[in-house]
């Protein structure tokens, strides 16, 4: 059995390919670094170093190599003759792999082969409609008709934290990839157009909307509030700020308003979302990750945005008239990040033109009480984080 990893970076080594290898797939990547094709090729297998409880623990992946993302021939000889395939690339570089991808639907038609599932591993909501879409526009009709009808575009809800490897760490073992211990792996069940393929720790559910809100409305949320109160505190790392009693708080107050907003959005069962929640900051707690808060933080402009991590969850509250309020500190927070050039962009907005005319322009949020919540939290949070968090803490 052979599974095409399209992109060799944290997401694809660190996690899915750990996955097809347990499974007992042979696994090809596609990647563009010169580097990493040459040494993936020459080794044919790759360290995977584990975090758990403050060690380091050692396992391999092999049963690997890599084809060139630059041949396109050669990519598509490896989509046509593949068994199961999943994409880790960013959402900003989709664009750049649909046209390689599409000429693996052509070799694959002209082999007669059948369905091909492709595990979308991308941070965007609705990637596999918008990755469906931009290979489609290089398709002819008789080719569109083969691709809808064999190509299967199955979300995935990618939980496992990957952090940068440490020096002397990737010294040693340059391909070397550092994980948590989590290693679950959701995806949309109704996608697949194949049988569902046995892959260790995959986790094929339906209707799928909930893992993928769950992931961005408390997952991506409340990291993202963790790195902005952290800033504010002088937290250069996240477990930092995860271990700072009042931001720890929040982050569980936040995380529950979001786990019942969407209880009430999917019929589902808000206890399980809340053990999720203390799940989550037990995870930020592990010092191994060495996330920081200026990695998780940045990008305001796209993590503020209408439908997005705290935005996207305030609206979903509002929704189901429920409280949001420890989200909209996070949201205010977010607004005094700048420690990238996106980020510095919505801070100076909101600095010069306020923060009712940055949640309009950025967040789409309108609403007059949001608005004037928002307001008190940024204002507070500028002169005292430390008052401003007990301002919101003693509401209680």
Known sequence: MKAVMYGAGNIGRGFIAQLFNLSGYETVFVDVNKDVIRMLNREGKYP???????????????NVRCADGS???????????????????????????????????KARMKTGKGPLDIIICENKIDANIYLHDLIAENLNDEEKEYFDRNFGFVEASIGRMVPKTPENISEKYPLAVCVEKFCTLPVDRDAFKGEIPEIKNMLPYAPFELFIQRKLYMHNMSHALCAYLGNLKGCEFIWEAASDIKIRFIALGALCQSAQALASEHNASVSDLN???????????????????????????????????????????????????????????????????SSAEVAAFASQNGVKAALEKYSEISDPFVISLCESYYNALKESPEKAMDMLIHRY
Do not use: Q
Not at 71 to 78: H, L, S, Y
Not at 80 to 104: C, H, Q, R
Not at 292 to 319: E, F, H, Q
């Open 48 to 62: 995977l170093f584990i975090t758990d409880k403050g060690d380091y623990i050692k396992t391999e992946v092999d």
């Open 71 to 105: 041949d396109i021939t050669a990519v598509a000889n490896e989509i046509a003759s593949a068994d199961i395939m999943a994409t880790a690339v960013g959402v900003n570089v989709l664009k750049f792999i649909a046209k390689p991808i599409a000429e693996g639907v």
């Open 275 to 341: 053990e999720h929640s203390f799940d989550l900051l037990s995870r930020y707690d592990n010092k191994l990750l060495g996330d920081t808060v200026a990695r998780v933080g940045n990008d305001t402009k796209r993590k503020l945005s209408p439908v997005d991590r705290l935005p996207g969850a305030i609206k979903l509250a509002m929704k189901h008239s429920l409280p949001y309020d420890y989200m909209v500190m996070g949201l205010a927070a977010g607004l005094l990040f700048d420690l990238d050039d």
